[in-house]
């Protein structure tokens, strides 16, 4: 899987806490509200987002199993403790290659934040096939599915979005990504395992302040268009001189598409 900063991770924290879909969030909560205690299992945790924003929100004894290849995300996400009543357990897992394992375990919940664009079909339907064989709920946050909306506009802009969608597509660990369409692609793979799935738009919104995510946002696309060559090298650093200027001044927002969904199995409705 391709890995992922703890400052990046740490910077997009805030806009991420802000996106979540709150119908879906609730949902979630709504479900776990009435337990004694709760085992979650956190799978990409990356730096802790999801734990960090869900875990104040639920009943106090619960225990996670927090899941990434990555020691130094792992580090992080510990790092997060809420609550005295609340354990953590790191675990550190290729989950290309063991996705099953870390599902076996028996838990009330598995989590997954900004992962379904990343990951392969065949990926999806081995974890959407265990999850079900388990009847474990799931909730899938920040997947994102292609939007990109920035003012003022730019001509290039949709040139360089779709060069950065079709980069979405590319091999990010766990063989050809579903990019774009992840969050459709689960949602739909769910409902046709008997899954009830509730779904909404968690698109973050950037605005004229927020001048460091946005640089690392433009440049980060900027790369990935370039990796594809269907632009000219100079068509895209021309845009990122016009679209960082427009930054600098303050007059530069954001709005970038993600979708979250919450799908529980049919005996749980």
């Not at 290659?97 to 081995?126: F, G, N, Q, Y």
């Not at 001048?211 to 632009?231: H, K, V």
Request: glycine fraction near 6%.
């Amino acid at each position: 899987m391709s890995g992922f900063s703890v400052e990046w991770l740490s910077l997009r924290e805030s806009y991420d806490e802000r996106a979540r879909n709150p119908q879906v969030l609730a949902a979630v909560v709504s479900r776990l509200k009435s337990k004694d205690t709760m085992r979650l299992v956190d799978l990409a945790c990356g730096a802790g987002s999801t734990l960090h924003t869900l875990s104040p929100r639920l009943p106090p004894r619960q225990h996670w199993d927090l899941v990434d290849n990555d020691p130094r995300l792992l580090d992080a996400a510990y790092r997060k403790h809420v609550s005295n009543e609340v354990s953590l357990n790191t675990v550190r897992l290729d989950l290309n290659s063991h996705i099953e394992v870390a599902l076996d375990p028996p838990s009330d919940i598995v989590t997954i934040s900004a992962l379904l664009d990343l990951v392969s079909e065949a990926w999806l339907d081995r974890f959407a096939r265990h999850a079900a064989s388990r009847a474990l709920p799931v909730y899938a946050a920040l997947t994102y599915d292609g939007r990109i909306e920035l003012s003022p506009s730019d001509p290039a802009d949709a040139a360089v979005t779709a060069a950065l969608n079709a980069h979405q597509h590319t091999d990010k660990g766990f063989g050809p990504a579903l990019g774009p369409s992840g969050a459709i692609a689960g949602i739909s793979r769910f409902e046709a395992l008997g899954y009830s799935v509730l779904q909404g738009y968690s698109d973050w919104l950037i605005g004229t302040a927020d001048q460091e995510i946005q640089i690392e946002l433009l440049n980060g696309w900027g790369a990935a268009a370039r990796e594809m060559q269907s632009l000219p090298g100079r068509e895209i650093d021309d845009w990122l001189v016009r679209r960082r200027a427009a930054v600098d001044r303050r007059a530069s927002t954001m709005r970038v598409g993600h979708v979250d969904f919450f799908a529980t199995p049919s005996a749980m409705r």
